[in-house]
T-cell receptor, first 114, second 116 residues
C-alpha cells in the first residue's frame, strides 16, 4: 500500500474488555513501532519490532499490553482488561530499515474506554 | 531520561507572517532530530530530519536548525499560510544500539493557527 494503515480507526470499549488494534506497515519496511498519544500530549513509545523480533518493549505500561508481528509484516497491539486510563490514540509507524531513518506514521486508532 | 520541551504551546499568526517554533531537549547524545506535523484526527507527517552531524535542513518554506550542544532546535516557517495550521511536534532519537536507538522521544507540540 501507499502508506501505513491502521484498523479500526475508532474503538469504544467497556472497561474490562479486551481489544486488538491492527497495523499494516508500508510494504517491505523492516522496522515497526507502536506509540500511545494521550490527549494534548506528544506520542510516547510503546514497543519496536525489527522484522518479527520484538527488540524493545520497554514502553509498554503494564502486562495487560501485548504486541506481536509474527510474520514480520502486520502487527497487532492487544490490550487486555482495558482501563479508562488506556483511552488514547495508538499510532503505528514503520521505517525501511533500522535506526536513523524516517518513521512513517499511520492515522492512528482512537480508543475510548468507558 | 530524555525530556523534550516545545515552546510556545500554541501560536496564532496572520497569514504571510514568518514564524519560529522552538524545541529543546535535555540529553545532547542524540542520533537525529525530526520535525513532524499532525493535523486533527490524523497521524504524523514527517517534515524534516536533521542528523546529529548536521546544522540545518530545508524543505520549501521550512527550515530546521539544530544546535546539539545546547540542546535546541528551531523550525522556521516562511510566509505562513492557513494550510500550515496544525500541531508541530519535534522528536529526538538517542544514540545507542539498534534496539534502544529506535524509539523517538516527542515534545508535547506547538499548536499553530494561521489566520486570514
Amino acid at each position: 500500500g501507499a502508506g501505513v494503515s491502521q484498523s479500526p480507526r475508532y474503538k469504544v470499549a467497556k472497561r474490562g474488555q479486551d481489544v486488538a488494534l491492527r497495523c499494516d506497515p508500508i510494504s517491505g519496511h523492516v522496522s515497526l513501532f507502536w506509540y500511545q498519544q494521550a490527549l494534548g500530549q506528544g506520542p510516547e513509545f510503546l514497543t519496536y519490532f525489527q522484522n518479527e523480533a520484538q527488540l524493545d518493549k520497554s514502553g509498554l505500561p503494564s502486562d495487560r499490553f501485548f504486541a506481536e508481528r509474527p510474520e514480520g509484516s502486520v502487527s497487532t497491539l492487544k490490550i487486555q482488561r482495558t482501563q479508562q486510563e488506556d483511552s488514547a490514540v495508538y499510532l503505528c509507524a514503520s521505517s525501511l530499515m533500522t535506526a536513523g531513518e524516517t518513521q512513517y506514521f499511520g492515522p492512528g486508532t482512537r480508543l475510548l474506554v468507558l | 531520561k530524555q525530556e523534550v520541551t516545545q515552546i510556545p504551546a500554541a501560536l496564532s499568526v496572520p497569514e504571510g507572517e514568518n514564524l519560529v517554533l522552538n524545541c529543546s531537549f535535555t540529553d545532547s547524545a542524540i542520533y537525529n532530530l525530526q520535525w513532524f506535523r499532525q493535523d486533527p484526527g490524523k497521524g504524523l507527517t514527517s517534515l524534516l530530519l536533521i542528523q546529529s552531524s548536521q546544522r540545518e535542513q530545508t524543505s520549501g518554506r521550512l527550515n530546521a536548525s539544530l544546535d546539539k550542544s545546547s540542546g535546541r532546535s528551531t523550525l522556521y516557517i516562511a510566509a505562513s499560510q492557513p494550510g500550515d495550521s496544525a500541531t508541530y511536534l519535534c522528536a529526538v532519537r538517542p544514540l545507542g544500539n539498534t534496539g534502544t536507538a529506535s524509539k523517538l522521544t516527542f515534545g508535547t507540540g506547538t499548536r499553530l493557527q494561521v489566520t486570514l
